[in-house]
């Protein structure tokens, strides 16, 4: 079955700090994964998918094909990184997200 | 820049009572998608359409219709509300491109009393 975990509900780190929002994925085939990001009072938005291997907001995700994981990484955090952060996980030749429950970084200054 | 709206942001109705929850895109998007948002339960897919008239079942149907009369316009359908369908209910859409992001509505938070 495919499925998307997140271990963490809430991750709190002082601002400065490093920061890792833990995401695992089981699935049998070659996924594709993003990070969705949703602000206070914001829409859920896409922050990054491993398929760019692209750094937004200095947040990077490497994909790990024998960890099946997918973890978002930013070396020093800042108060506007706060907000909810889900991993999400495509399977070949459909269109849906499987979505893990989300993780709530808080910042502190 | 696409947009994705929901007819209400928030919404309170009663047990027993019909409920229409509609989201309309401007980017002629082939794919959109309805989903409740719960703590610690994440976003979870109650239905999914790939085009008009097209729909299919997510992880969670039960309790739930959808209608998808015109390419823009997607509508989420509880015949008789109760009061575990109090969720916050998210919309989004997609084009049908290689590597596609979801495009997400604001969200309407539903209260069934």
């Known amino acids: 079955a495919q499925r998307v975990t997140q271990p963490e509900k809430l991750l709190s780190v002082f601002k400065g700090a490093p920061v890792e929002l833990k995401c695992n994925y089981s699935y049998s085939g070659s996924p594709e994964l993003f990070w969705y990001v949703q602000y206070s009072r914001q829409r859920l938005q896409l922050l990054l998918r491993?398929?760019s291997r692209e750094s937004i907001k200095g947040f990077t995700a490497d994909l790990n094909k024998g960890e099946t994981s997918f973890h978002l990484k930013k070396p020093f955090a800042q108060e506007e990184d706060s907000a909810m952060y889900y991993c999400?996980?495509?399977?070949?030749?459909?269109?849906?997200?499987?979505f893990g429950t989300g993780t709530r970084l808080q910042v502190f200054p | 820049d696409v947009k994705v709206t929901q007819s209400s942001r928030y919404l309170v109705k009663r047990t027993g009572e019909k409920v229409f929850l509609e989201c309309v895109q401007d980017?002629?998007?082939?794919?959109m998608f309805w989903y409740r948002q719960d703590p610690g339960l994440g976003l979870r897919l109650i239905y999914f359409?790939?085009?008009?008239?097209?729909?299919e079942k997510g992880d969670i149907p039960e309790g739930y219709s959808v209608s998808r009369e015109k390419k823009e316009r997607f509508s989420l359908i509880l015949e008789s509300a109760s009061t575990n369908q109090t969720s916050m209910y998210l919309c989004a859409s997609a084009g049908t491109a290689a590597h596609n992001e979801q495009f997400f509505g604001p969200g309407t938070r539903l209260t069934v009393l």
């Open positions: 980017m002629d998007h082939e794919n």
């Open positions: 359409s790939y085009d008009v008239k097209m729909k």
């Open positions: 999400a996980l495509r399977a070949l030749g459909t269109d849906k997200l499987i």
């Open positions: 491993h398929i």
